[in-house]
């Protein structure tokens, strides 16, 4: 299977700016994608990123694609309590079914 | 519209026993997802369908089934709980021509 990987843990202070690093390892994957999950809650889809693009930036959430380095990063600016939470990173395994393989997460604490 | 919803959200299982955990989707969609979360190995994907009436497995099928016998369900079930199956199982879904996948908010489940 793929190999995506992330750091556990990253704590910030509120309104600094937080950087959650991932990396995997499919290079044939069209698509890598940020997922969060709040406390007791399912997934929910952050943002993502074709790979053909180095940066896509939506609001304060910046990505940041290094193909060469088979690295994603998720920048979130002026992070704030409502940001803790657990990110995912994603692949897509390029099979029929385009499944997804998830990082292990990254456990994000907003320290106020 | 309710999205992804998972049914029971809780249950504690004796080893041996068997249960199945139900997941219905209003939209419509033609790719349903069973996966497991455990802590510091992010989503692994039990089983997934790709239609009414097709099943395939995933990353972990070892111990569970699966059926599809409508296209807004899917059923995951256990024929004879193991402690190593204690964990949290999502459900998602999506549509056959978006990679975005819904998920739902979880079961946790606890095999004694």
Known sequence: GEDVEQSLFLSVREGDSSVINCTYTDSSSTYLYW????????????????????????QRLTVLLNKKDKHLSLRIADTQTGDSAIYFCAEIFQTGANNLFFGTGTRLTVIP | NA???QTPKFRVLK????????????????YMYWYRQDPGMGLRLIHYSVGEGTTAKGEVPDGYNVSRLKKQNFLLGLESAAPSQTS???????????????????????VL
């Open chain 1, 35 to 58: 997922y969060k999950q709040e406390p007791g809650a399912g997934l929910q889809l952050l943002t993502y990123i074709f790979s053909n693009m180095d940066m896509k930036q939506d």
């Open chain 2, 3 to 5: 999205g992804v919803t």
């Open chain 2, 15 to 30: 080893t041996g026993q068997s249960m199945t955990l139900l997941c219905a989707q209003d939209m419509n969609h033609e």
């Open chain 2, 88 to 110: 949290v199982y999502f459900c998602a879904s999506r549509l056959i021509r978006s990679n975005e996948q819904f998920f739902g908010p979880g079961t946790r489940l606890t």
